[in-house]
């Protein structure tokens, strides 16, 4: 395999070459499409540069440069890119957004709540919500059923209960207003990063509205902490009842409530939203791809024995695992992130200046022809096989800071996707096409409506 010194040769130093097009121009064909128009530039060089309204950030979709900037050069590429410091204004200075020492506090806080061990606990929690996903969608009949909005309710749902051990699906009116305020958030972040870049806490129309939204959640992650204190055993086994056993702990003193809300609101902001998208991608690339279904439902005939799917039976549900991974590397939730570049450095022998920022496009890293065979095409089964690079396949990113849920994700669209598939086959109008909306996550443009059909 070639290395980062074969990938550099030639280059001396070299700048890398600067994509076409003035500051205002690029930025509005990123407003317009911002997947196309980013896969554009990065398939004119392993980096390259753009202008975008006055800045001039770089862009990468080769492994070898998130080898890089996820490991062995980290700490030349810290979190401070403009969409960095948008979200940390969104969601505080969670283990998301922080850097430094602030991060290392939280990922020691954080840590214990996310073992293996801990985690298969959950598994009775994701089977509960599956099992009232399977009662939501029977009840549908095979009326038009909107799937993407049904999976973020399934992975809303399981969320809570991990989080507070409760559902978010109830109608009080807290619970609604703190469901539309993620949603609105969701939003709110798309427009703040194609605009005019300007710094996160300018009080503009935008701004206002984001501030609003996060209130909203902080009032009920507030009152939720407030109950877990006044009663914790009704919250034992959740991870908020294990933040508060870690924030006891003295060498965790700095671990304030509100540390702790901010924590809450990074978890349910990335918790649920990543999954959701996976499922529903998932749940199309198997409508397009009949014979991998029947084959699906062979491995859950075989696995589960029409038992319900729970986390004893993650481990044997190994085509399932296949056939998710490959629908994240075809339609990776998290599609592109960013890092600043400080300070002057050099990534495959192209020379960066600091100060500016590193777009990394995980879309096209995915589809890589040096290290995917048919990358267009949909094949679970090149996942029983090792990657022809480490850092090929990134849908939880990479490095000390891989996402800290990444085993919890794949516990709960594993089983979701064997609880749901067995019982429902999910049609898609005639002539039908995916259409990717890149928000914070990428989402399906039209909640990808399905017809609803038992499997007989």
Known sequence: MSTAADYSRGRSGAPPPLFPGNGFTNMRRSQRDALGFFNEISATADVAAFRQ?????????????????????????????????ILRWMLKDGLLTSQGDAWKRQNHLLKPAFKGSFISAFGGDIQAACIASVERLAAAGEKPVLLQQEMQSLTLDIIGRILFGDTLLDERPDTLA????????????????????????????????MLKSRAVQERFLDGVIQQARADRPRFSGSILDALLTAADDPDNHWATDDHIRDQLL??????????????????????????TLGQLREEWQEVLAGDPAGAEHFDKLVLTQQVLKESMRLIPPVWITGRGVLPDTEILGYSLKG????????????????????????????????????????????????????????????????????????ELQPGYEYQPEPLVTQVVADGLPVTVREVR
């Open 178 to 209: 703190f469901r539309r305020s993620v949603d609105d958030s969701n939003h709110l972040f798309r427009r703040l990063i194609n605009g005019i870049p300007l710094p996160p806490n300018r009080i503009t129309p935008t701004g206002r509205l």
């Open 266 to 291: 990074i978890l349910l902001a990335a918790g649920h939203e990543t999954t959701t998208n996976a499922l529903a991608a998932t749940w199309y690339l198997l409508a397009q791809n009949p014979k």
């Open 53 to 85: 309204a006055h800045r001039k950030p770089y862009i990468t979709s080769h492994p070898e440069a998130f080898k890089q900037v996820f490991g062995v050069q980290q700490e030349q590429f810290p979190k401070t890119s403009l969409g960095n410091d």
């Open 355 to 426: 100060g500016n920022d590193i777009l990394l496009l995980f879309h096209s890293l995915h589809r890589h022809p040096e290290f995917w065979d048919e990358p267009e095409k949909f094949r679970p089964e090149r996942f029983a096989k090792p990657l022809a690079h480490k850092f090929s396949w990134l849908p939880f990113g990479a490095g000390r800071r891989i996402c800290i849920g990444s085993h919890l994700a794949m516990l709960e669209a594993t089983l979701a996707l064997a609880t749901l598939g067995r019982r429902f086959d999910f």
